[in-house]
């Protein structure tokens, strides 16, 4: 092990859990994701419940769903959910260098993610599928928006620990945030391993 | 403005509290005599709406979060709790929230669709103006703070124990608010999602309760009591906790079966989540549903009145002291049980389509909320007092807060029970003469203004204690068997100098009993680590206050505005490492005795 | 508890082997395998409606488990199904009971 980045040399096995405060952030997210998942849960629900009710004359989602693109948009967040584990391999092998390339290759395929999902729901206006069409509409804009949304934050908090590693290097004090962020991450690609089977694969069915 | 909050916040939650009163007395005036003409109609659905929702989210919720903040690092033996800078962010964002929904009171109306806030009432065609986004933006705003809390919480009972206090020699005040805050983490979010879709079909024409266009108007009441139902458990299971800790010191008594107790409130929890669609039995949910239902809401039954013979069980045979906070936790017992037995009417489906929106219901939610809650609010106020603040309450004018409390209380809602079953509907605002309901009325009325002078009475007692020297022994009431009455009065900043070793349950009881003067030490003492105070936690909140206006008023750069200084200062956090400061030995001393 | 949160405490003995990238690659790979097989189900038509619905939902939670116990580190402390129990209940009960309620499994509406 030769790349040490820590001024006070070697770090513990896992740094994210070697102080109080770092455990504590580690169990706290977990709760968080509870939180999350019951969050989830409920706009899965609400969208369950309103998806038939697309109203005269208006887009429906068989009609509206173009299931390449969404393949596409889920292989770019599968893969972006691997690169994150790398990272947090290279994190415990202590390559700080690794691990900030690892991360930079997330953050770059969770923007793919998003440009397409920017596209798709630009094409789904152009199309009359709008926020306020339909029921349908407003509950697929709000469960799939929030989700893009969580990427959105995803993509913004872990560049900002991309640059912290960079003029911090990798620390006790650092490492359980990207370890959290990571975890932030999995969840994501969770949830739209959900989203593309409920919204797209059931909607494309019927 | 500092990050350990617990003691100088109090008094904004009180004042939502008085707040949720004066709208209270306000109604009852309205109520004395049938066509009564005191607050307009209008004005009238303001006030109910603003009394139940403050009174849930902004008194008495917070109320207990206090205490929680208070007592519950002291009683595991912890410095402080595991997330200060999100308890300090929890705080602001509940106050904010809370500022905000009390706005809408001056700028052209406040919400007036019922704290349920159903739609189709609560939608744009039946509520216009802003009342309704006040509420949809406040609690959401203020529903962050409690979530925050909640996760605070937990983290801090499972990872900031003391050495040898394992699970099952945790406090059952620390127990309950372990389950509590397990129950805001699962029903909050789902709150907050029923909140968003109701402000996307308010601020920004959406259709999810809007059946022109096919929303379901039913979603919204699966949604709010799916939430709702745990967020009873959430408001009750604290105070049975508060019980617990008071029944026991004033009897002298370990807690009868403490483990039954703690699966007890494991099972309240667990159930809480199974019984939402009780409160929709009249929506038309088929038979089967309404069974089921009905099943499992009399199965909570069980569960709690083991609780209840648990607390008998420990006064059995005890040397009762009665001091204003055992008086709280013995007048609490049985109009507990009054409440739970129309609870356990209210749960047979075909009964309650008699009983459903009239006053019946109103007598029972709040003899388990008011009669429940907050009576272990005030027994847990005059018997933590001390701790909190280093000076004992007045008892004299403690036992008339409860005389005049506990009859105001029994007087104003017993009756309400048979103006339900004579078939007077809640929330409304006035009735004519001669259906019967005079009488009642008449001293439903007097009970609520005989409230009022126990909370003032209560009030009086906090400005008389406040001039007092701070006096108060580390263990005041001489029986404390917990760990938060071996440390000073009021506790120090830093709660313990040297992390004490718990050698089993009622640790400090434990000791005494062996003869020991207090809690044998876990490490040596050396300095101690604190986090530094911040301001983030305020400012990220006015953020949110301010973003919550611009998207009310369609003014979207105010509400980027707000949303920019929030994400600002959550990136300055990230950035800005807190290596907070230390307390050395030599200071400890001086600042245990004062500090 | 140590008094400064920052300073380490001590490590529990615990393995620390460090772990190579091949479980986690075959657990994408798996995940792939699997979003593939439920995209082509879907693509390819022609049967009933209701296997379609059971094959994708069971292929999605087999895929959440898989890459939970992998990718989240939970397999490590025998964690898993606690945290798949403790979240999968209360997430899913609303969506499940909405089903009933409302009934979403079928195409006309109910209310209205």
Known sequence: MSAHSHADGKLPHEPEKATLEGRNKVLGFWLFLGGETVLFGTLFSAFLALRHQVGEGNPTGQELFQLPLVALATFLLLTSSLTSVFAIQAMHRQQTKQLISWLVITVLLGLGFLILEIYEFYHYVHEGHGFTTSAFSSSFYTLVGFHGAHVLFGICWISLLIGQLMKKGLTVITAPKVYVSAMYWHFIDVVWVFIFTVVYLMGKVG | MTIKNRHSVFDCRRIFFLIGGLEAILIRIQLWKPLNNFVSADMFNELLTMHGTTMIFLAAMPLLFALMNAIIPLQIGARDVAFPFLNSLGFWTFLFGGLLLNVSWFTGGAPDAGWTSYVPLAGTTYSGDHGVDYYVIGLQIAGIGTLLGGINFMATIINMRAPGMSFMRMPMFTWTVFITSALILFAFPALTVGLAALMFDRLFDANFFNPANGGNTILWEHIFWIFGHPEVYILILPAFGIISEVVCTFSRKRLFGYSSMVFATMLIGFLGFMVWAHHMFTTGLGPVANALFSIATMLIAVPTGIKIFNWIFTMWGGSIRFTTASLFAIGFIPTFVMGGVTGVMLAAAPADFQYHDSYFVVAHFHYVIVGGLIMGIFAGLHYWWPKMFGRMLNETIGKITFVTFFIGFHMTFFVQHFLGLLGMPRRIWTYLDGLGFNGLNLISTIGAILMGIGTVAFLINIVITAAKPRNAADDPWEDGRTLEWAISSPAPEYNFAQTPLVRGYDALWKEKMDGNKGMTPAEPLGSIHMPSPSILPFIMSVGLFIAGFGFMYHNYYIGAAGLIIMFACMVIRSVKDDHGFHIEPDELQGKGVKA | ?112
């Open chain 3, 1 to 112: 508890m140590a008094a400064d949160n920052h300073t380490l405490t001590e490590e529990r003995p615990r393995r620390h082997r460090l772990e190579g990238p091949q479980k986690h690659v075959i657990a994408f790979i798996f995940s792939v395998v699997l979003t593939l097989l439920a995209f082509a189900l879907v693509m390819s038509g022609e049967m009933n409606e209701t296997f379609i619905y059971i094959m994708l939902v069971t292929m999605a939670i087999l895929q959440v488990i898989i890459q939970m116990a992998f990718w989240m580190h939970m397999k490590d402390r025998g964690h898993l199904f606690p945290i798949i129990g403790i979240l999968a209940v209360p997430s899913s009960h609303l969506p499940v009971s909405l089903w009933h309620f409302i009934g979403f499994g079928g195409k006309q509406p109910i209310h209205n």
